[in-house]
């Protein structure tokens, strides 16, 4: 089983919509939790941590549920700039191994 | 956070030579990563380089194939050995910008060999 899952889209979502993705992982024990975003050809770049009270950045919310053992992220109001790859990343509770999850494709639609 | 500079960008490179990549820091830091990520993948981690001792490599690299220097904090650099087509790929050095704050990323190296 991979550390970390990712539905691999694409998602293909109009202007000014609200669209969310899950990320699952494996280790119950995982410390931290991340979403990045890679734009296509460039490096991925830190969009948000994810914080076990959820947090919000704008339009962009990230919610933890250890229970369950995902993460989402929630992009509001959908900009044609949010067009991207959008990675799951979550670290181990034994080092500085960070896993990523191969990425969820957005495109939004004018 | 950290400023990463990699170098080169871009590389088209003939089957059996051999490149190397690298990455300067602008600041101190103990770890850096090396990743690779191959067309239409997600990022493997290769190695961590560790300022003064041997690099550790995950399950599937070699020291031999990837060799790794790290002659300061600042400073590594990762080499490509005896390249094949499938080595062709995104090669991204990475520092941890804090504890807990994930990473920050090099602009990354295409490398495609022919």
């Known amino acids: 089983r991979k550390e970390v899952e990712q539905d691999p889209g694409p998602f293909n979502v109009p202007e000014g919509a609200t669209v969310a993705f899950n990320c699952t992982y494996s280790n119950s024990a995982s410390q931290s939790f991340f979403w990045y975003r890679q734009d296509c050809r460039k490096e991925p770049k830190l969009l948000m941590s994810v914080y076990s009270s959820g947090n919000e950045d704008g339009r962009f919310t990230a919610q933890l549920n250890r229970a369950s053992q995902y993460i989402s992220l929630l992009i509001r109001d959908s900009k044609l700039s949010d067009s991207a790859t959008y990675l799951c990343v979550v670290r181990s509770n034994t080092g500085n191994q960070f896993y990523f999850g191969t990425g969820t494709s957005l495109t939004v639609i004018p | 956070s950290a400023v990463i500079s990699q170098k080169p960008s871009r590389d088209i490179c003939q089957r059996g030579t051999s490149l190397t990549i690298q990455c300067q820091v602008d600041?101190?830091?103990?770890?850096m990563f090396w990743y690779r990520q191959q067309p239409g993948q997600s990022l493997t981690l290769i190695a961590t380089a560790n300022q003064g001792s041997e690099a550790t490599y995950e399950s599937g690299f070699v020291i031999d194939k990837f060799p790794i220097s790290r002659p300061n904090l600042t400073f590594s650099t990762l080499t490509v050995s005896n390249m094949s087509p499938e080595d062709s790929s995104i090669y991204l050095c990475?520092?941890?910008?804090?504890?807990?704050?994930?990473?920050?990323f090099g602009s990354g190296t295409r490398l495609t060999v022919v």
């Open positions: 600041s101190q830091v103990t770890m």
């Open positions: 990475s520092v941890e910008r804090a504890t807990n704050y994930g990473y920050t």
